[in-house]
Structures are given as C-alpha cells and as structure tokens.
C-alpha cells in the first residue's frame, strides 16, 4: 500500500509547518509513506526556513527525506493539493494542513485504518481536538502536549472500525486516489480556501462513496482556535457558503451538535456505550447547547428522548 502524504504550507514556519514536520517525520521511518511539503507562496520567511529545514533533515535523517516544492503563488488549498497531486502516484493520498501535529503512533493508526477499509471506503478522517464536524472531541486541557497525552487514553476507548460520517473536514485527510482522479480532485471554484472539503464530499456521496473517521486514530488541530480569523477570511467564508449551497442546495449545514447526535445510535448499536470516547460525546452534547431560549428547549428535550444523563 503506497501513500503519498503532503502537508500545505503557508507562513507561520514556526508555529505551524515545523511543528508539523517535527511530529510526522520520525513516525514514517520503515513505512509506505512519502511526504512532500508543498508552500503556497508563503508572503513571509517560511519558504527560507523550509529551505534550511530541509537541507538540515535531509543531512541528518538518510531515510527521512521529505521532497519540498516552492511555489512562486498562491494557487489556494484545493489548487495547491491539485497541483502537487497530479505529478504523484500512490494507492491513498494524505492531505495535511500546515496546523495539524501528530502524536506518537498517529501514523500507525492512520496506517491501520487503511489496512481496515474496504474497497468502496475511500474518504477516511481522524478525530480531532478542533473541528467542525462529529470528528472534535473535546479536552480539559489546553496545551499540545498535555492534550497528545490525554488523546492517548481517549483513542484506546474508541471504535475499532470505521465509522459513517456525513462529512469529513480536510485538516488531514486520506483519499483514496482513484476517487480523487475520478472527481478531478478539490474544486478550485472556493479560490483560496473554505468548504472545498465539504464539496468533495458531496461530489463523493454523489457517486455512492460516504466519508468516515477512525476513532483510534486521533491529530491534533490548531486551527481558529489560535489563529482568528480576520475580516477578509471571514467574507470568504460567508462568499463560498453561498457558492456551496448554490451547488448542493440539498446538502445538510449541520451544526457540530447535530453532527455529533448523529453518531450515537452508532454507539449503541454496537454496544460500546461503555467507553470513554462515548462519555466525551455526550459530555459535549450536554453542554453545547443552543443559544436560543426555544431551540435550548427543544434541544434538551431530544437529548432525554435519546441520551441519559451522566
């Protein structure tokens, strides 16, 4: 099983890509992995300091290479993966933002996961602490490591199989290559990023494919939740929504709450209620509830039709 793993960069070096390098690369020695850092016109010294990075891994580390592409613009998220994709070959493809860091054995279980799916499965995620899908899971802590070190005991309780989701955020992702080639790979019509993921997807559900997470397998997710979102990000959120629902006019804007409500009768059908990952679940749809009086009420009444509190 080939795997071609490329990580998007785009500025920060510090505090986002060499994080993520730093965390990846001593996981993929003696495995099928090949990983590629592609930087995305970065404005500042990033691409320099990939640059030194690189020479400096590459010296020290023979069976640790890691091939470094610099391009010259901004091509998005969907037209930087689009780009690089199309000059590699492998049996899955690992899309991975600059924010995301990979705890000991993330990659083992990554590799497992798609030891584990079968033939129609080709959209598989990790859960997260930072996402806006049933993939987040939530932490009492907040710092990287001491949530590493909490994920540890919380990946040991969760399913061993994968599970169905409605859609997979693309923070880390790993494809299939043969339904990436099918669907042309992401859409370029977002420009520079926001619900491409969601899009593909869609596109995917469309020929019959579903997206899955595999609850072992656990990537940390820096995200907005220490890089806020500035006034031009957040129009071309609001911009590609509307482009989105104008594609898929059917498709379901759900809520992280709903998302995550969803996966429970898949707990309790399989008898794993038990587990910690399950107690994280409902701990989180306990307290994330609506802001509205009404919607609040309605809310909790679904939850004690459905859930029992703890």
């Not at 998007?8 to 965390?23: A, E, G, I, M, W």
């Not at 990939?50 to 969907?78: D, M, P, R």
């Not at 997979?168 to 080639?181: K, P, Y």
């Not at 309790?268 to 409902?282: A, C």
């Amino acid at each position: 099983m080939r795997v071609e793993a490329v990580i998007l960069s785009y500025k920060n070096f510090q505090r986002t890509t060499k994080l993520c390098l730093d965390t990846i690369i001593p996981q993929i020695k003696n495995t099928s992995i090949r990983l590629s850092v592609f930087d995305n016109a970065s404005p500042d010294n990033t691409q320099e300091q990939l640059k030194i990075y690189h020479n400096q891994n590459n010296q020290n580390n023979q069976n640790n290479q890691f091939n470094l592409i610099l391009n010259s613009e901004n091509l998005g998220f969907a037209g930087g993966f689009n780009k690089i994709f199309k000059n590699l070959d492998a049996d899955w493809y690992l899309l991975i933002d600059s924010d995301a860091a990979f705890p000991k054995g993330s990659i083992a279980s990554m590799l497992e996961a798609l030891t584990k799916a079968k033939e129609n499965e080709k959209i598989i995620g990790p859960i997260t602490n930072n996402a806006g899908t049933c993939q987040h899971v939530i932490f009492e802590a907040t710092d990287m490591i001491e949530i590493f070190n909490e994920s540890l005991k919380l990946v040991s309780s969760g399913a061993d199989f994968l599970i169905p989701i409605y859609r997979a955020d693309f923070f880390c992702v790993a494809i299939r290559s043969d339904l990436w080639e099918k669907l042309n790979g992401l859409s370029e019509e977002y420009g520079r990023g926001y619900f491409e993921d969601f899009d593909f997807c869609m596109r995917a559900k469309n020929l019959g494919y579903q997206s899955y997470i595999f609850e072992k397998w656990f990537v940390y997710h820096q995200g907005s939740a220490v890089f806020k979102l500035d006034s031009s990000q957040k129009e071309l959120i609001r911009k590609n929504r509307n482009i989105f629902v104008l594609n898929f006019p059917h498709a379901e804007l759900r809520h992280r709450r709903e998302d995550i409500f969803h996966l429970i009768s898949i707990y309790k059908k399989n008898r794993i209620i038990e587990s910690n990952i399950y107690k994280n679940r409902i701990k989180y749809l306990l307290n994330d509830v609506p802001r509205s009086f009404f919607k609040r009420l309605i809310w909790k009444k679904k939850l004690r039709q459905y859930i029992h509190p703890m």
